[in-house]
């Protein structure tokens, strides 16, 4: 594989509040997250008396990972559930680990498809088109008892 991998505007899927979704130039199944350039920005350390005696500890580990930080709690909670029960569950999408791309370090992980080879829709698009029927509230069911059996920690439900 090249040491920088190009992403094109063509190559992109989604945005989200930090990061954009790029498909992956060389491997059909798997995405690339690259942080947004209007959030790579690290803050300054504020002066505030009250700030600096009681949100140290924050303040230490948010400047240790910066806006990367989202990805570290990832990456540590992909661990602590093959610790848990010695898997991968099914819900995990596959992480592939880091990559340089033109748009800066990315997360690559697997790409999950509808059956038509098409990123998989959010629920959120999916009760907009099929609206909530008993099989996808059995589907959602099933998914959040696999959820709880390995004890996962969830941040973005979409």
Same mark, same amino acid.
């Given at each position: ?23 992956? !130039? ?78 800066? !370090? ?8 509808? !059956?038509?080879?098409?990123?998989? !829709? ?37």
């Amino acid at each position: 594989m090249p040491g920088v991998i190009t992403l094109h505007d063509d190559h992109f899927v989604a945005r989200g509040g930090k990061r954009k979704v790029f498909h992956h !130039p060389l491997l059909p199944d798997r995405l690339i997250k690259v942080m947004r350039s209007d959030r790579v920005a690290r803050p300054k350390p504020s002066k505030d008396t009250f700030l600096r005696r009681f949100a140290r500890p924050l303040w230490r580990e948010y400047r240790r990972f910066g806006p990367y930080q989202e990805w570290y709690r990832e990456h540590e909670e992909y661990i602590s559930i093959i610790n848990r029960i010695g898997r991968i569950p099914d819900f995990v999408a596959g992480y592939h680990g880091f990559v340089e791309t033109n748009r800066g !370090p990315g997360l690559v992980v697997e790409k999950i498809t509808d !059956p038509d080879g098409r990123v998989a !829709p959010t629920l959120r698009n999916v009760l907009h088109w099929q609206g909530q029927g008993e099989p996808l509230a059995t589907l959602v069911e099933e998914f959040f008892d696999e959820v709880v059996e390995a004890e996962a920690i969830l941040k973005d439900m979409r």
